[in-house]
């Protein structure tokens, strides 16, 4: 790179003087210390992380060394490498990244775009730990083989990381670009939440099909070891062993690969880089130009026999709302999914082949405690309309109960999945487990629901459907629910064992129906006090939910 | 022109307010407002960023309380009334209050049966508005996929979609292009024809000054002038005759020049800035 004018020096250290001015003054408030808190902590954790992995890896890398088998350190570059990589993708998921795309309103050349793009870029964990760890593996092939092989690995393996850190920003420029937009973000946030639930899986999978895993790791191994060398890991080792057994020439060639590998990465993301430079419009509005095939006017509403018109409109919309949401839908075919899972018989039988009645109970309740998402947050995803809310005459008792109706026909609908999951891949649920399950239910629902109420008036957070893995509630909000939880599985553990101990298996159901006359007292007892509570509430209900 | 403060409380008028107040801890955002609109005003309500005006049009349509004072909407008490104030009045908030997970459509339907509207008249309604503002070409489009501008006409749809007597709008052509100006401005004129009041905050003077028929001032939190266009002009006509202030013009005041006496925000900027060229 060409060196940098007077003036691009000024703008990288402006940039640099404001990024510490935002760190300063995020110090102001308690929030933002307590922030930097957590961050020391991090740092420190980090830090541990760095230094231990890199003693280990250089331990291991000076046995491969001295024993003569260079060529296994890919087996150290690999878990370097996948960390790279994967830690700052799921890092996306949990906090906010900076948007470069503010500076382009001012006089920044290309290079300086760049160079801001990959400095800032780069100083996050995975790169602070990728480095140290391959710092202990140089100095591990250095304590085995000081001189010119320390040397050269110590070239190849900055290559490496040069690798790392450009694949790294590439990867992160197109995550960007992808979540730039409402239906790439929904896709993607569907793969993100399909991968989540395949890692949930590998454990269950492999106590089923453990017998024949060593014959599958086998063909696997046999497909990967060849595919693995051609990558930058396999290729970076391949360097190292090759001079280690006198090949120069070879490795030489190992290098250009790994510096091929660096500038095609360049290149790609120099794509996005460019384009974000140029200006780049990612608006969805001029897209959808679906033209007016058939339109005859706007269709009424839903008509639900027995709702008030506003309970019903608050009904339509919230399942509106939910049916639009790829994550949300995800979230309540979970439990389905999960009961697919644990129903594809192994041969050693599992927890639920000998306890089929459990099934439903379970996959209900499981499916109860992923509605708390919703339920203990209720006006999160509504945003700015809570101002409607707040200014319709509709009282605001119609608009919690058309969303509480709209999550238990949710619940209600699931449960019926689960029943006929259960009868296809168990058996039919027995009347006991039937009557238990909504028994249980009823005396589950209303408590969470009415818990929910106030925590969503007195502890609300603003919800992006659209964005996954950010948290949801506030931290007020998860510890109460947490707490609630514990008490409601606990007085029903309590059912269930007195029913057992006296052994007659319906009492249970007889104890879960009378703690439901008291779950919908309470439920009953808060609707009519939301009224009064919203109008106390409105202020923060406005200023968290309108941000 | 009408001095602040001196505004009679009257129960006959559209829009009336008693030394309405509101304070965030030690900050008085608004104190001992005295407003009075009568009905079929088209009223603007102006003042310089962080004058009071969003914070007292939040408390004048129900999204905050006032810490103290009264507010009456058509001789209704909002306080011991305020659901009928509700159904009497159209809200555009500051942030629009849109539902952006619904198509156009459905967030117009949604919002008439939330003001008590059946079905099928929520449904013609829609209809008519979104056809009027020129929305009804992309009925499947969500409102989030909307541009700016076709979210105030949206916003202004589900306003008005109950037929409010009162129309309160925070803001409503900020970011808005001539053409959705101007469909606004049509529609809002044909509300004053046909006897609604419409209470409107903007920074964009010259569209109040077309628009309004009568203009009230806050600043720092008081309402510093309060009257029609012609009264406001004979007061600071009048004012700076007393004082022997030159004014800026010669000719007819602007509401500009009125708001710039009113709120003293004249700056000459010949003697600064010079490296501005």
Redesign the interface.
């Given at each position: 790179m060409a060196r940098l004018t007077s003036q691009s020096r000024g703008q990288l250290a402006a940039i640099a003087q404001v990024r510490w001015h935002i760190l300063t003054h995020s110090l102001r408030t308690t929030k933002g210390a307590l922030e930097l808190f957590s961050r020391i902590v991090i740092g420190i954790v980090i830090t541990a992380g760095g230094l231990g992995g890199a003693v280990l890896l250089g331990v291991v890398a000076s046995y491969f060394v001295s024993k003569g088998k260079p060529e296994a350190l890919a087996l150290l570059l690999w878990p370097v490498f996948v960390f790279w990589q994967l830690f700052p993708v799921m890092a996306t998921a949990l906090s906010e990244t900076m948007d470069s795309s503010h500076l382009l309103r001012f006089p920044l050349n290309y290079r300086v775009y760049m160079l801001v793009r990959l400095v800032y870029g780069a100083l996050d964990p995975a790169t602070v730990l990728g480095t140290a760890w391959l710092l202990g593996i140089t100095l591990g092939v250095g304590w085995a083989r000081p001189g010119v092989l320390f040397l050269w690995t110590t070239l190849v393996l900055i290559f490496f990381a040069a690798v790392n850190v450009l694949l790294t920003q590439m990867v992160f420029a197109w995550i960007e670009r992808w979540l730039a937009q409402?239906r790439t973000r929904e896709i993607f946030a569907v793969l993100f939440f399909l991968a989540m639930i395949s890692l949930q899986l590998v454990g269950p999978m492999l106590s089923r099909y453990g017998d024949r895993s060593n014959a599958t790791l086998h063909k696997i191994s046999h497909v990967a070891s060849p595919l693995q060398a051609i990558l930058p890991p396999g290729v970076a080792a391949a360097a190292i062993a090759s001079a280690a057994d006198g090949r120069y020439v070879l490795a030489f060639a190992f290098l250009a690969g790994l510096l091929l590998y660096a500038a095609a990465v360049l290149r790609v993301l120099g794509v996005r880089l460019r384009a974000q430079y140029r200006g780049e419009n990612l608006?969805?509005?001029a897209r959808?130009?679906?033209p007016?095939q058939g339109?005859a006017?706007?269709?009424?509403?839903w008509?639900v026999p027995g709702l008030s018109?506003?309970v019903?409109?608050?009904f339509?919309?919230e399942l509106?709302?939910l049916g639009?949401?790829g994550p949300m839908l995800l979230t309540f075919v979970t439990p389905i999914i999960m009961l697919v899972v644990f129903g594809v018989r192994g041969r050693s039988g599992g927890f639920l082949d000998n306890s089929p009645d459990l099934a439903l109970p379970i996959g209900s309740a499981y499916a109860l405690l992923l509605l708390t998402n919703l339920i203990y947050n209720t006006f999160g995803?509504?945003?700015?309309?809570?101002?409607?809310f707040?200014?319709?005459?509709?009282?605001f008792r119609s608009v919690v109960l058309g969303k509480n109706l709209a999550h238990m026909a949710v619940l209600a609908a699931e449960v019926v999945v689960l029943g006929v999951g259960v009868s296809l891949l168990f058996r039919p649920p027995s009347l006991l487990a039937v009557a238990t399950t909504v028994a249980g239910l009823l005396f589950a629902a209303p408590l969470n629901l009415a818990a929910g109420n106030l925590l969503s008036l007195y502890s609300p957070k603003k919800i992006e459907?659209a964005t996954f893995g950010r948290q949801r509630a506030s931290q007020l909000t998860v510890l109460a629910s947490f707490i609630l939880q514990i008490l409601i599985f606990g007085v029903g553990a309590l059912t269930i064992f007195a029913a057992r101990h006296y052994a007659s298996p319906w009492l249970a159901v007889i104890l879960f129906l009378a703690l439901a006359a008291i779950s919908f007292t309470i439920y009953g007892l808060v609707l009519t006090r939301i009224d009064p509570l919203a109008?106390?509430r409105?202020?923060i209900l406005?200023t968290e939910l309108?941000k | 022109m009408q001095e602040a403060g001196n505004a009679p409380y009257n129960s006959t008028a559209a829009i009336a307010t008693e030394n309405l107040t509101r304070r965030f801890g030690d900050l008085v955002a608004v104190q001992d407002v005295n407003l009075r609109v009568s009905p079929g005003q088209f009223f603007g309500f102006l003042g310089p960023n962080g004058a009071g005006k969003s914070t007292t049009i939040?408390m004048l349509?129900?999204?905050?309380?006032p810490t103290s004072g009264r507010i009456e909407i058509l001789g209704l008490d909002f306080e011991r009334q305020v659901?009928?104030v509700?159904?009497q009045?159209g809200?555009v908030?500051?942030?629009?209050?849109?539902?952006?997970?619904?198509t156009g459509?459905?967030y117009?339907?949604?919002?008439g049966?939330?003001?008590?509207?059946?079905?099928?008249t929520?449904?013609?309604r829609?209809?008519e508005l979104?056809e009027f503002m020129q929305l009804?070409?992309?009925?499947?489009?969500?409102v989030?996929?909307?541009?700016h501008g076709?979210q105030k006409k949206l916003a202004l749809a589900?306003a008005v979609i109950h037929g409010p007597k009162i129309l309160f709008l925070d803001e409503p052509f900020e970011g808005v292009d001539a053409i959705a100006a101007g469909t606004l401005k049509s529609m809002l004129q044909r509300m004053i024809a046909r006897g609604a009041t419409i209470f409107l905050t903007s920074h964009v003077l010259e569209i109040v000054e077309r628009l309004c028929s009568h203009v009230a001032i806050i600043h720092r939190g008081q309402l510093v002038a309060q009257g029609s266009l012609e009264e406001l002009r004979a007061g600071v006509e009048a004012q700076s005759a007393a004082q022997a202030e030159a004014l800026p013009s010669t000719g007819k005041l602007t509401l500009e020049e009125i708001f710039l006496h009113t709120v003293g925000g004249t700056r000459s900027a010949e003697q600064e800035l010079s490296w501005l060229g």
């Open positions: 409402r608006s969805e509005v959808d130009a679906r007016l339109y006017g706007v269709k009424p509403g008509s018109n506003p019903a409109a608050v339509e919309k509106r709302y639009r949401s995803a509504d945003g700015g309309g809570v101002q409607f707040l200014a319709s005459p509709a009282s459907v109008q106390r409105r202020e406005t309108c | 939040k349509t129900g999204l905050l309380a659901v009928d509700k159904r009045i809200v908030p500051e942030g629009l209050a849109l539902f952006g997970r619904l459509a459905e117009l339907t949604f919002v049966r939330m003001y008590g509207l059946d079905r099928e929520c449904a013609r829609a209809t979104l009804a070409d992309q009925p499947h489009k969500l989030t996929d909307y541009s076709m589900a």
